[in-house]
């Protein structure tokens, strides 16, 4: 029974080292807490935030002056990034645009490096600051990993579709002009009134000179300005090149070849009228 009077000393003398512990050690704040001031924090910092429209503090493991650091470079890098990447949210891609639609195909690697950036700028913050982020801010870095793999696939389903071009966005909308302003000719028509003519030449008959040569002319000017298109536009590549263009280009080579032809043999033979 003497056990008891030592069992009870024990037990108030553990009592009263609990309730010697100052208040402000037991109530210390976590990292991400609302807080008051840096004393209330485990870590003694605290930094004022925004959150949902509302400033407060709260306490953290970096300075104000490294988290204002780290959010300016969130805020440069991610712009584009604060929800799911699309083309139409994208202002560099928007510029990148020619007048066909078609889409300067180093915007992408531009885009996916901002991107980078971004994802790296609110690890670093999230890491320096707050101990790698709560669930709001580990979902905003997922949303920058989401946009990355979307602008990669992107890019590679543009390319393959040749909804891109490999020049300078002013280049390309001025050979894309000039290619367009030549190359309004119905070679459908050239082509029957050609078959025609070159039956004449045959039988032997006089043949409008005046018209081939025109043709010749026409087609050959379209075709100069193809060769620039794809040339500058698409790197020299008719892989590269979209299909209607490289049809184009194939029907003024073909019809300027056989117009040229047709006029040195009549020439040849005085069969001009």
Partial sequence: MKILPKLFLVSSLFIFMIMAVPASAQSKKKIGEECTKDADCKTGKSVMVTVKGRRKRICADCSQSSLD????????????????????????????????GRVQVKVYDLIADKAKKCKKAREDREKACFGGGDADHIRAINHV?????????????????????YCSVSNYNSKLTRFKDKCKLRFQDIKRDLTIMKKD???????NCSKIQRYESDCEKCYEKAKELLSYGFSGSTSKMPDDYLKTLKKAEKNFRQAKDLHSKVKGKSLCN
């Fill in 69 to 100: 650091s780290y959010t300016r470079k969130v805020t440069t890098f991610c712009k584009s990034f604060d929800a799911a990447w699309t083309p139409a949210k994208s202002p560099e891609y928007q510029r990148a645009l020619a007048k066909d």
């Fill in 145 to 165: 990993k989401g946009s990355i793999s979307r602008i990669v696939k992107h890019k590679y389903t543009q390319i393959k579709d040749k909804r891109v071009f």
């Fill in 201 to 207: 030449y045959d039988s032997g008959k006089k043949v």
